[in-house]
Nanobody
Framework: VQLQASGGGLVQAGGSLRLSCTTSLDHYALGWFRQAPGKEREFVASMRWRGDLRAYADSVKGRFAISRDSAKTTYFLQMNRLIHEDTAKYFC????????????????????WGQGTQVTVSS
């Protein structure tokens, strides 16, 4: 498996979860996206492999944080102060090619996708 997301679950509103994404890919950037039933997949957060240049969707700024381990094989999405609207299936995605762009915030920026992990926030 090249990308594997884990850590989802059921949590009460106001609670926290930490998602993990392990990757065996040589990558330039990694991102998190989510998709709720009946909705389009949307960007959540991304980070360049160097550990810099983080980007966040406005809806999660100040509540979510993306990070990675020093080996650059596992990325995390720390989700705090969860709300019902955060309920979705969360996917991690990797970009394997170099880019002169600094931030990656659309699905088309990424070329490999994991299978996702479900996050359900009860209100």
């Amino acid at each position: 498996v090249q990308l594997q997301a884990s850590g989802g679950g059921l949590v009460q509103a106001g609670g926290s979860l930490r998602l993990s994404c392990t990757t065996s890919l040589d990558h330039y950037a990694l991102g998190w996206f989510r998709q709720a039933p009946g909705k389009e997949r949307e960007f959540v957060a991304s980070m360049r492999w160097r550990g810099d240049l983080r980007a966040y969707a406005d809806s999660v700024k100040g509540r979510f944080a993306i990070s990675r381990d020093s080996a650059k094989t596992t990325y995390f999405l720390q989700m705090n102060r969860l709300i019902h609207e955060d309920t979705a299936k969360y996917f991690c995605a990797a970009r394997t090619t170099w880019s002169r762009e600094s931030y990656f915030t659309v699905a088309g920026d990424f070329d490999h996708w994991g299978q996702g992990t479900q996050v359900t926030v009860s209100s």
